[in-house]
């Protein structure tokens, strides 16, 4: 079983930036890949940025050059610092995690970018 905590959403004007982070906890020590999505109203869940146990990293091209993913894989942790945020970055931002094939998400935490 695992669960998954995000946190570091709010309110930010264009141009702005935040740090999301999810905290893993629960048996699963190990996972394959860690990372995040996000959903806009009436819109479906796309993927953000993902990360695997190698360090290889995945992005929307969306968001190539301004978001950046990181995890701690000895602490189950996985960061998002997101950077020059748009209007349309708008979203709540789902942490995932896969292991033995399975998913997991978080709750979700909701960004708003508007001035």
């Known amino acids: 079983q695992v669960q998954l905590v995000e946190s570091g959403g709010g309110l930010v004007q264009p141009g702005g930036s935040l740090r999301l982070s999810c905290a893993a906890s629960?048996?699963?020590?190990?996972?394959?890949?860690m990372g995040w999505y996000r959903q806009a109203p009436g819109k479906p869940r796309d993927l953000v940025a993902s990360?695997?146990?190698?360090?290889?990293?995945n992005y929307a091209d969306s968001v190539k050059g301004r978001f950046a993913i990181s995890r701690d894989s000895a602490k189950r942790t996985v960061d998002l610092q997101m950077n020059g945020l748009k209007p349309e970055d708008t979203a709540v931002y789902y942490c995932?995690?896969?292991?033995?094939?399975?998913?997991?998400w978080g709750g979700g935490t909701q960004v708003t970018v508007s001035s």
């Open positions: 629960g048996s699963i020590f190990s996972f394959a890949v």
């Open positions: 990360i695997d146990s190698g360090g290889w990293t």
């Open positions: 995932f995690t896969t292991h033995s094939g399975l998913n997991s």
